[in-house]
């Protein structure tokens, strides 16, 4: 089966912090996805990547940037983190574009205090 | 700006119970749905995708589409205890964006 590795699992930093969260996958997917899901707001997608090099911008973008280094890595860094930014994060990859699922990894819970 | 609407918000049945749940989209672009399910502490792993009208079984799992009306439908017969869980109806655009927006999900509750 598909694997997707999210690190850390569990991050708290402070406001103002620098956070990075890592994802690999080893699917030789072309597609990335950095997701936060919130209670009562689903899964909403913050950024995401067609291969390296390559960055797109999701639906709720503000605050994060994202670099996908290699085929296999995607980052998402929170460069001045805010309490707002407090969630569940996941990654996800998939092979090609419309018709194929996405697999997601196990997630990293981030408080920021 | 929520694009895939899903109700309800919570459901619980007993077991062996059948467990309805409902998606509209407000984006007639969208054309691609699928059926996700996450279970306590892990991420979301695809439960079945449907592209065209009308229906789709796969075991105990039969999902419904109607492209006109943008509504998708997942029941579950025979409802267990290890169905419990979050589900999320998630949508794209025909060969489009590879973005897949997904609903505000529904958590089912399956009482043995």
């Known amino acids: 089966e598909a694997a997707v590795t999210q690190s850390p699992r569990n991050k708290v930093t402070v406001t103002g912090g620098n956070v990075t969260l890592s994802c690999r996958q080893t699917n030789s997917h072309n597609y990335m996805y950095w997701y936060r899901q919130d209670t009562g707001h689903g899964l909403r997608l913050i950024h995401y990547s067609y291969g390296a090099g390559n960055l797109q911008i999701g639906d709720v973008p503000d605050g994060y940037k994202a670099t996908r280094t290699t085929q296999e890595d995607f980052f998402l860094l929170l460069e001045l983190a805010s309490p707002s930014q407090t969630s569940l994060y996941f990654c996800?990859?998939?092979?090609?574009?419309?018709?194929?699922?996405?697999?997601f990894g196990s997630g990293t819970r981030l408080t920021v205090l | 700006q929520q694009k895939v609407q899903q109700s309800p918000e919570s459901l619980s049945v007993p077991e062996g119970g059948m467990a309805s749940f409902n998606c509209t989209s407000s984006d007639r672009n969208f054309q691609y749905f699928w059926w996700y399910r996450q279970h306590s502490g892990e991420g979301p792993k695809a439960l079945m995708?449907?592209?065209?009208?009308g229906d789709k079984k796969e075991g105990r799992f039969t999902a419904h589409l109607n492209k006109a009306s943008l509504h998708v439908s997942l029941h579950i017969r025979d409802s267990q205890p290890s169905d419990s869980a979050l589900y999320f109806c998630a949508a794209s655009e025909q060969g489009g964006s590879a973005k897949l927006i997904f609903g505000e999900g529904t958590k089912l509750t399956v009482s043995s």
């Open positions: 995708s449907i592209f065209s009208d």
């Open positions: 996800a990859s998939v092979g090609g574009r419309g018709a194929e699922t996405l697999y």
